[in-house]
Nanobody
Framework: QVQLVESGGGLVQPGGSLRLSCVAS????????MGWVRQAPGTERELVAI???????RYADFAKGRFTVSRENANNTMYLQMNDLKPEDTAVYYC???????????????WGHGTRVTVSS
């Protein structure tokens, strides 16, 4: 089982930046897929970015050009750098993981508890 812990959320003004972190622990496969998913109040979860361990990051359209995801495999940490934040980015951001290479976040088998991001003036 893999455990995930997110951090870095908070309140930020429109146009500001935040960097989220996700630290994974437990028995991780060498080939795996991690990603960020968010859920705004009253909506379903939606993909932010998905990152296979071998590369090939894929972003949601709203994230392209503003968000950057990266992984430090040596310390099992994934980051989400979010720039030019907008009020519509307000959501709880979740880190997810699955063994192997996955094309969709809906196959993630482990989830963190989420970190809340609020974009407001």
């Amino acid at each position: 089982q893999v455990q995930l812990v997110e951090s870095g959320g908070g309140l930020v003004q429109p146009g500001g930046s935040l960097r989220l972190s996700c630290v994974a622990s437990g028995r991780m496969y060498s080939f795996n897929t991690m990603g960020w998913v968010r859920q705004a109040p009253g909506t379903e979860r939606e993909l932010v970015a998905i990152v296979p361990s071998g590369g090939g990051t894929r972003y949601a359209d709203f994230a392209k050009g503003r968000f950057t995801v990266s992984r430090e495999n040596a310390n099992n940490t994934m980051y989400l750098q979010m720039n030019d934040l907008k009020p519509e980015d307000t959501a709880v951001y979740y880190c997810g993981y699955t063994n192997g290479i996955a094309a969709s976040w809906k196959g993630f088998i482990s989830w963190g508890h989420g970190t809340r991001v609020t974009v407001s003036s």
